[in-house]
């Protein structure tokens, strides 16, 4: 049996025995949270549970380090269509120890692609486009960077209204404890006493 073939299986299932039900919930988050991570597999679950965060309480944007790497990118389009329209009032950017993004090696993926099949051809007239593959295929040498760097992005903004507080923490994906990088509250006062 494919994987398709057991999710589709169970999913009969789940439906037919409205396992569905103590998951049911509106649109708007209860805790009014939008929280930017990882795609790590480890924080799957561990994530939610670490942070107490139950179906309905929070929007989850993750993607390869928790990262925004643009400011017109489709990550902060997610982050401002939370806050004008589904009531989001503070974000959370969640890093975390041992991220692949670690040290991202932009040659490492290429070779890689090229391993399996595109051919150099193609990169080279990628680059002649305009492609900064190095740019674009970045991660960062230290998870507080990452982290400090989307907090920045979202933080300054033009689009965001102010009085939304911008925190940047880092959990453990063996024991989901968090450290706190930095407090959006103490952001805004400080901006406010300026
Ligand atoms: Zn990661």
Not at 4 to 29: A, G, K, S
Not at 41 to 69: C, F, Q
Not at 136 to 163: A, C, N, T, Y
Not at 174 to 182: H, N, P, Q, S, V
Request: charged letters at 20%; glycine letters at 8%.
């Amino acid at each position: 049996m494919t994987l398709l073939q057991e999710i589709m299986n169970h999913n009969t299932v789940f439906v037919r025995e409205r396992q569905y039900e103590p998951f049911q919930t509106d649109l708007m988050p209860n805790k009014k949270l939008l929280i930017l991570t990882c795609m790590d597999s480890r924080l799957v679950e561990l994530l939610p549970r670490a942070m107490d965060l139950r179906n309905g309480d929070v929007k989850i944007l993750k993607n390869a380090g928790a990262l925004v790497t643009h400011p017109f990118g489709s990550v902060m389009r997610s982050i401002l269509v939370a806050v004008f329209n589904l009531g989001v009032c503070e974000i959370a950017v969640v890093g975390h120890h041992g991220c692949g993004m670690t040290g991202l090696s932009c040659t490492g993926i290429l070779d890689k692609a090229m391993a399996r099949g595109v051919s150099p051809a193609t990169l080279t007239t990628l680059r002649n486009s305009g492609i900064d593959f190095e740019q674009w295929l970045r991660g960062f040498d230290k998870v507080e960077d990452g982290v400090l760097q989307s907090v920045e992005m979202i933080r300054r903004h033009p689009l965001l209204p102010s009085g939304i507080p911008v925190h940047g923490l880092i959990i453990s994906p063996e024991t989901g404890k968090l450290d706190l990088l930095c407090d959006g509250y103490v952001q805004i006062q400080e901006a406010a006493t300026v």
